[in-house]
């Protein structure tokens, strides 16, 4: 994960207009509804995982991204969403 400001630092094309910090709950509440979808499509999602990752390493893929959608929600989530913050960035072209 990025820090807040490292965008920042990369102004050449474009300008930072306005930016600022969510709270990590509402992250973390998106996240949980992506894992619920996840599971409802399993047998939707398997030919993309496959297709993606090869027939041997789908499941596991599959895994793997359970995985992340749990961690991020109990981050985010952590301590009412006021530890980790999603930085937001508003730019325009130079």
């Not at 400001?5 to 969510?22: E, M």
Request: net charge positive.
């Amino acid at each position: 994960m990025p820090s807040a400001n490292l965008l920042l630092y990369f102004q050449d094309d474009v300008s930072v207009v306005n930016h600022w910090l969510v709270n990590g709950k509402h992250y973390a509440k998106t996240s949980e509804e992506w894992l619920k979808r996840m599971d409802r499509s399993l047998a939707s999602i398997k030919p993309i995982m496959e297709s993606t990752y090869g027939k041997d390493q789908a499941v596991k893929w599959t895994v793997y991204w359970r995985t992340f959608f749990i961690a991020v929600a109990e981050l985010f989530g952590y301590v009412n969403g006021e530890e980790w913050m999603v930085p937001v960035f508003l730019f325009k072209k130079k």
